[in-house]
């Protein structure tokens, strides 16, 4: 199957400052990214769909201004979280669509504002 | 927009035995998936299944579109098997169109 990576796995920043997270395919091109959020015992929350030479589409309720995202190349979406407060920690995860049209998931990023 | 609903929500079962996850879904879809999300977070790829059967090992799914639901099965449990099991789909034709999760079964297998 295809392969998506993430970068970092886990990361820990003080209150105020910005983390970026990258997401890479490994073995297929990507269009479209996509950026969720998860909270301990809950499902994935789709926060932003990342689209290569464009603007990212994001979903109702998620501020753009703080999570801002970059689909720079056809194999790579990153994700910063500016001036990050402790509420924003949280498990981020990102996938992208295959050829086949099955999603595949990196292996997320675990974010922990202090 | 579609509501996915997933049951049992919780599930704790010894080594050994067989269990049923199910999925709901309000409207037609034109992808659906299944994943493991083990300890570690990862999202494992268990089944794309927009219709009809499909078996791996032990895992088995069933899709039967037109009246709007799927199921998991999972045979000879084993304490790996532990994790949330996740329902996926994706109502638009197009593979970038976004996919809606339900919100799992915490399966916990006991040695």
């Known amino acids: 199957g295809a392969v998506v990576s993430q970068h970092p796995s886990w990361v820990i920043c003080k209150s105020g400052t910005s983390v970026k997270i990258e997401c890479r395919s490994l073995?297929?091109?990507?269009?479209?990214m996509f950026w969720y959020r998860q909270f301990p015992k809950q499902s994935l929350m789709l926060m932003a769909t990342s689209n290569e030479g464009s603007k990212a589409t994001y979903e109702q309720g998620v501020e753009k201004d703080k999570f801002l995202i970059n689909h720079a190349s056809l194999t790579l979406s990153t994700l910063t979280v500016t001036s990050a407060h402790p509420e924003d920690s949280s498990f981020y995860i990102c996938?992208?669509?295959?050829?086949?049209?099955?999603?595949?998931f990196g292996p997320g990023t675990r974010l922990t504002v202090t | 927009g579609i509501q996915v609903e997933q049951s049992p929500p919780d599930l704790i079962l010894q080594e050994g035995a067989n269990s049923t996850l199910r999925c709901n879904f309000s409207?037609?879809?034109?992808?659906l998936q299944w994943f493991h999300q083990n300890p570690w977070g990862q999202l494992i790829n268990l089944f794309y299944i927009p219709s009809g059967t499909k078996q791996n090992g032990r895992l088995s799914a069933t899709t039967v579109a037109t009246e709007r639901y799927s199921l998991l099965y999972i045979s000879s449990s084993q304490t790996t098997d532990s994790g949330v099991y996740f329902c996926a789909v994706r109502q638009g034709l197009n593979r970038d169109d976004k996919i809606i999760f339900g919100k799992g079964t915490r399966l916990h297998i006991l040695p």
């Open positions: 996938s992208a669509p295959s050829r086949a049209y099955e999603q595949y």
């Open positions: 073995d297929f091109q990507a269009t479209t």
């Open positions: 409207d037609s879809v034109n992808n």
